[in-house]
C-alpha cells in the first residue's frame, strides 16, 4: 500500500504552476559531457581515495574505478556542477543527479557498495548547487531530480536461457537497494525522484515501494517521475510491455510524470509517446538520444536535428517535460528549449 497522505514538498506545488504554463525541459546526457573530459583512473579515485564530503572511504585497487561515472560526485564534483550548471544555464528546469548506477546492486561491479549513501547525498548536493547558481544567474527556479537507474538487473527475466525460471535478483533486494539510494537522495536535497530507463516494469515496481518507504521515513512525499524505455522496433519495453500496458502498471504511483527515455532516437520514439499521452492522466516526458549510436558508440544527430523532432512532439501536444538523453550536449537542449518554447503543455485529461 502506497501512502499518499503524507504532506507534499512545496517543489510539487510550484511544479505543478510551472508545468500549466509551459513545457518543462529536463536536461542531457552527463555521460557523453564527462567523456569530452578525457579523464582517467587517478581522476575516478581522487589519487588513491574516495575523498569526497562525508565519505572516507579507499578505493579497492583490484576494482579499477574509470568509467564509474557516479564516483565523480566525490572525486571530481566541481566538475559534475559545471556540466549541471551548463545545462542549466542552456535552458533545463530539472538537473539530474549524476547517480544513475548509485546503489549496491550496481555498485558491486566496482567494489563500492559500501559508498552508495554518501554517492546519493553527494550526486544531490552537487546538483542542487548547479541548480541554485543558475537560478542566482538569471532568477529562474531549478529543481533537482534524484536519478534511479533500472540497475544491471531483472527481476522479470533469467539470465540463462537454458533456466527460464532463475532470477538474478529479487523484488526484496531490489527494493532495499533502492531504498538506501532514495535516502540518501532524498537526504541530499533531490526535488523529485526520477525512476528511469525501466526496462523491466517489476524493478520499477520495487523501486517506487521504495520511494513510498523512503518518504515515510522523511515525513514527505516527492514527486516522482517515471521513464521506461522500448527496446527495439517492437515497441515493447525488454520484458515486453507495450506503451500502454506500461502506464497502467505504474499509474498506482500517481506520478509526476510519465515518459520514454533513452534507446531510442526521437523519429523512432514518437509513436510510444503518443500512445502514452493518449491514455496516461498524468503529465508526459519524452528524452530521446541524440539519435541511434554510430558504429563507433557515437551519436551524430546535431541539436538542430533533434530539436525539429522534439518539436513535432510539442506541436501534436503529447509532451509536457522534455529533454535529452544518450549524445545530448547542451547545445542540444538548448535547441530544443528553444523549439518547445512557443507550444502549450499538453493538457491532461481528469
Known amino acids: 500500500m502506497l501512502n499518499f497522505t503524507l504532506p507534499e514538498t512545496p517543489a510539487l506545488a510550484t511544479l505543478r504552476a510551472l508545468a500549466s504554463e509551459r513545457i518543462l525541459v529536463l536536461d542531457g546526457a552527463m555521460g557523453t559531457m564527462i567523456q569530452t573530459l578525457g579523464l582517467g583512473e587517478e581522476d575516478f579515485t581522487g589519487h588513491g581515495h574516495i575523498h569526497g564530503p562525508g565519505c572516507r572511504r579507499h578505493y579497492h585497487p583490484e576494482h579499477p574505478q574509470q568509467g564509474n561515472n557516479d564516483l565523480l560526485v566525490l572525486t571530481q564534483p566541481e566538475a559534475v556542477e559545471d556540466i549541471?550548471?551548463?545545462?542549466?544555464?542552456?535552458?533545463a528546469d530539472i538537473l539530474e543527479t549524476n547517480t544513475f548506477s548509485s546503489t549496491t546492486i550496481a555498485q558491486a561491479d566496482y567494489g563500492l557498495e559500501d559508498a552508495v549513501h554518501d554517492l546519493n547525498v553527494a550526486g544531490a548536493q552537487v546538483a542542487r548547487r548547479a541548480a541554485d547558481r543558475a537560478t542566482a544567474e538569471d532568477g529562474k527556479p531549478r529543481f533537482v531530480a534524484g536519478a534511479v537507474g533500472p540497475t544491471n538487473r531483472t527481476a522479470s527475466i533469467s539470465p540463462d536461457v537454458n533456466d527460464p525460471g532463475f532470477r538474478a535478483v529479487s523484488f526484496d533486494a531490489l527494493r532495499i537497494a533502492y531504498g538506501q539510494q532514495i535516502d540518501g537522495l532524498i537526504e541530499g536535497g533531490s526535488d523529485l525522484i526520477l525512476i528511469e530507463t525501466i526496462f523491466d516494469t517489476l524493478n520499477a515496481k520495487a523501486a517506487i515501494f521504495a520511494a513510498f518507504e523512503a518518504f515515510a521515513r522523511a515525513g514527505q512525499r516527492l514527486p516522482i517521475m517515471i521513464s521506461g524505455t522500448i527496446t527495439d522496433a517492437s515497441g515493447?519495453?525488454?520484458?515486453g510491455q507495450t506503451p500502454t500496458a506500461f502506464w497502467h502498471s505504474v499509474a498506482h504511483a500517481r506520478p509526476f510524470t510519465v515518459g520514454l527515455n533513452c534507446a531510442l532516437g526521437a523519429e523512432a520514439m514518437r509513436p510510444h509517446m503518443a500512445e502514452i499521452a493518449g491514455v496516461a492522466n498524468a503529465l508526459t516526458c519524452a528524452y530521446p538520444n541524440a539519435g541511434l549510436p554510430n558504429a563507433f558508440g557515437e551519436y551524430d544527430e546535431t541539436p538542430e536535428q533533434t530539436a525539429a523532432q522534439v518539436e513535432a512532439f510539442a506541436r501534436d501536444g503529447i509532451v509536457n517535460v522534455v529533454g535529452g538523453c544518450c549524445g545530448t550536449t547542451p547545445d542540444h537542449i538548448r535547441a530544443i528549449a528553444e523549439a518547445v518554447?512557443?507550444?502549450?503543455?499538453?493538457?491532461?485529461a481528469a
Request: aromatic share 16%.
Open 84 to 91: 549541471q550548471f551548463t545545462f542549466a544555464m542552456a535552458g
Open 236 to 239: 515493447r519495453t525488454l520484458s
Open 341 to 348: 518554447a512557443p507550444f502549450a503543455p499538453r493538457k491532461v
